[in-house]
Nanobody, 121 residues
Framework: QVQLQESGPGLVKSSQTITLTCTVSGGSITTYYYYWSWIRQPPGKGLEWMGA???????YYSPSLKSRTSISRDTTLNQFTLQLSSVTPEDTGVYYCARRSSLRESPDDSWGQGTQVTVSS
């Protein structure tokens, strides 16, 4: 069974670029029919889909975040990463990685436990 684990910087300052990493075990990120996705949840708000990279390496981004977001992968390490530039306190929240069979959320999705990102002003 697939497992996903996020890691990130925790506390950062405004204007920085942050990098979050999702380490995958029990499944290959090159499996062509999966989308390896990033979702975040600001405090007191709902889930926000940020983007994904497919098993073939194609990337997809939320229009509202596209200009600041980059998703990439390291197939040797079976990891995929999220870079978010020019962060502000509005980017504070819990960041999740997930495996999806489409770009839509499904009960069959596999999720990591999430990692907290706090942006100070």
């Amino acid at each position: 069974q697939v497992q996903l684990q996020e890691s990130g910087p925790g506390l950062v300052k405004s204007s920085q670029t942050i990098t979050l990493t999702c380490t995958v075990s029990g499944g290959s990120i090159t499996t062509y029919y999966y989308y390896w996705s990033w979702i975040r949840q600001p405090p007191g708000k709902g889930l926000e889909w940020m983007g994904a990279i497919s098993g073939t390496g194609s990337t997809y981004y939320s229009p509202s975040l596209k200009s600041r977001t980059s998703i990439s992968r390291d197939t040797t390490l079976n990891q995929f990463t999220l870079q978010l530039s020019s962060v502000t306190p509005e980017d504070t929240g819990v960041y999740y990685c997930a495996r999806r069979s489409s770009l839509r959320e499904s009960p069959d999705d596999s999720w990591g436990q999430g990692t907290q990102v706090t942006v100070s002003s």
